[in-house]
């Protein structure tokens, strides 16, 4: 059902609650996942694949500490990382490579804190062309 599984990390405590999560499911459902992280710091930003900046080095030991996580649990798991508004890129990647189901953690703003702060899942939610899974974070 879910041959390909694309994760989006942001790197940060909320991305927990989607790797557990999807690690179980990869393993019961024999899924091949991706995970995908956006830069969007200036440096991203700027100079996309480019870019040389300690964000981005972080932002890639971060995709292969996690790429491990899966691997360890007998999970093929490819990394990538792509540059610039977050939202726009997953969906780019999405239409470029296809897959059965996106999944990402949210960090709950609701809608108030959206209006300030953006909203990648929202932006994906409305417009990925597959089934989306959001979990939200726990506080």
């Known amino acids: 059902m879910y041959d390909k599984i694309l994760v ?3 790197a940060t405590p909320t991305d927990r609650a989607i790797i ?3 690690k179980d499911l990869a393993a019961v459902m024999k899924s091949r996942v991706v995970l995908l992280h956006v830069a969007d710091g200036w440096a991203a930003r700027t100079f ?3 870019a040389v900046s300690p964000e981005v080095t972080d932002d890639q030991a971060y995709l292969e500490k996690i790429r ?5 649990a007998g999970i093929a798991t490819e990394v990538e990382l792509a540059f610039g508004d977050p939202g726009r890129e997953i969906l780019k990647w999405i239409d470029r490579n296809g897959c059965d189901l996106v999944a990402m953690s949210t960090h709950g703003h ?3 804190g959206d209006l300030f702060f953006g909203s990648t899942a929202r932006n994906v939610r409305h417009n990925a062309t597959v089934p989306v899974l959001l979990l939200c974070a726990k506080k």
């Open 20 to 22: 557990d999560h999807i």
């Open 48 to 50: 996309g694949p480019d």
């Open 68 to 72: 491990g996580e899966f691997q360890s």
């Open 8 to 10: 989006t990390l942001d």
């Open 110 to 112: 609701g809608f108030i």
